[in-house]
């Protein structure tokens, strides 16, 4: 069984998180969307409110399932049993830096991590800039999925 963890913060979930999960569900028999936590980041939406957004966003796809952790996602990775690390690439800075997390990845647990490139229609779509976008009054609708909606 080929099982994948999609780990990140998910600060909200994006239109380039959700394309790249629902490419991946073509490659693996399961993914677990795994929301780190971090204690010493200061995140806009609540960790409840962040799985809330990703399981309605997957409500209908029984090869998806979401969860939190704290720790190493390696860590993670062993416990669920998971082979493989999913992950998308916006840009050459995205690739530098994942990069260097898959191979110390590779180094400590021979995990593979897979990378995905985000479609040219999202590509330039961060939950950063979504965050901006929300704190500034923008539409930002069109840069998250349908699940994603707060009040201005």
Do not use: C, Q
Not at 31 to 57: C, W
Not at 69 to 83: R, S, V
Not at 114 to 134: G, K
Request: net charge positive; no cysteine; hydrophobic share 40%.
């Amino acid at each position: 069984m080929r099982k994948a963890i999609f780990p990140g913060s998910f600060d909200p979930i994006t239109l380039g998180h959700e394309d790249i999960i629902k490419r991946g569900i073509s490659l693996f028999d399961e993914i677990v969307i795994a929301i780190g936590v971090n204690a010493e980041k200061k995140y806009m939406f609540s960790l409840e409110e962040r799985k809330r957004f990703i399981e309605e966003t997957f409500k209908d796809e029984p090869k998806i399932s979401v969860i939190t952790y704290e720790g190493l996602t390696i860590d993670l990775a062993k416990k669920l049993k998971a082979n493989f690390i999913l992950r998308g690439l916006r840009n050459p800075a995205d690739f530098e830096f994942e990069k260097a997390i898959a191979h110390t990845n590779r180094r400590l647990s021979k995990i593979e991590t897979v990378f995905l490139l985000t479609a040219a229609r999202t590509s330039y779509i961060s939950s950063s800039i979504v965050r901006d976008v929300l704190r500034n009054g923008g539409e930002y609708e069109m840069l998250v999925p349908d699940s994603v909606r707060v009040k201005k």
